[in-house]
């Protein structure tokens, strides 16, 4: 088996990350899944894992306003 079919290339990230914003806009749950497991987040939207070694975390901007 081909673990490398199942990680994502930079381009597939950059590609994923517009996706992930325009989804957790307007999809409450989504946008908690993004905040508590980014990783989750990531293989919901692509089905692909992050490279080893990519740390992905999501801020709520409007929750610091508080």
């Known amino acids: 088996m081909d673990h490398a079919k ?5 381009d597939e990230i950059k ?3 517009r996706e992930l ?3 957790a806009q307007t999809d409450w749950n989504f946008r908690e899944l993004c905040l508590n497991d980014p990783p989750a987040a990531i293989r919901q939207i ?4 992050l490279p080893d070694g ?3 975390q999501f ?3 409007d929750a610091s306003a508080q």
């Not at 199942?6 to 930079?10: A, E, F, G, Y």
């Not at 692509?46 to 894992?49: A, F, L, M």
Request: glycine residues 4%; charged residues 40%.
């Open 21 to 23: 914003f325009k989804r």
């Open 15 to 17: 590609a994923a990350m």
């Open 46 to 49: 692509t089905g692909k894992s």
């Open 6 to 10: 199942d990680i994502l290339t930079d």
């Open 54 to 56: 990519v740390d992905l």
């Open 59 to 61: 801020r709520d901007s």
